[in-house]
């Protein structure tokens, strides 16, 4: 008993080899085995009418729309001469735009730096209130070991505190005192 309409042969010139579930191509409506389905396995004739792809414009990035039929590259090209937006002159954008506020100072920063006390931005080399002789609030700067009135300190706070007083003593001699 045989099934003389069950099954197709397979549509590639040289295979012809009956296969009991064929595989129909969308493109050609022709049917195939399982190794000549693919577009590319048979030479699709109207592959490129289900092969949609969407082409990236070079410049600005963005996809450009392809009617059917269209060669890409055409597309692209006319997209690129009437409708890209690409800025040359934008595209290197400063991101060095903080300015020093320093006397004679003419460096740049990425990020702020502002001073807590005069609130004003600088530099990472003119950072610190010595370093740009802040002057706000008509104390001097303050330097370690001095209050805010220039009188020393009585005691010293923090890591000072674990100064062994052998090494005070010896930072004494050879200060002359």
């Known amino acids: ?10 549509s590639e010139k040289t295979c012809k ?18 190794d000549h389905f693919t577009f590319a396995a048979h030479g699709c004739p ?14 600005c990035n963005s996809p450009v729309p392809v009617k059917k039929g269209e060669l890409p590259d055409v597309v692209v090209g006319e997209h ?3 409708d890209c937006k690409y800025n040359p ?17 003419k460096r740049k920063e990425m990020l702020q730096v502002v001073c807590d006390e005069c609130h004003s931005n600088f530099c990472i080399r003119h950072r610190h209130p010595l370093d740009h002789s802040c002057k706000q609030g008509g104390c001097p700067p303050r330097r370690a070991g ?3 009135a220039g009188v020393p300190e009585s005691k010293p ?3 000072l505190n674990t100064f062994s007083p052998r090494w ?3 930072r004494l001699r050879y200060r002359g005192g």
Not at 1 to 10: I, N, Q, R, T
Not at 91 to 99: A, D, G, L, V, W
Request: proline fraction near 6%.
């Open 1 to 10: 008993m045989e099934f003389p309409d069950l099954g197709k042969h397979c």
């Open 17 to 34: 080899q009956l296969d009991f579930l064929p595989i129909t191509c969308d493109a050609c409506k022709q049917d195939f085995c399982k």
């Open 46 to 59: 109207f592959a490129f009418k289900k092969d949609v792809q969407v082409p990236v414009c070079p410049l």
């Open 80 to 82: 690129m001469d009437r």
């Open 89 to 105: 002159g934008r595209s290197h954008e400063k991101i060095f735009t903080y300015r020093c506020s320093k006397e004679g100072c």
């Open 146 to 148: 001095c209050s805010a």
């Open 157 to 159: 706070s923090g890591a």
């Open 168 to 170: 005070l003593a010896q």
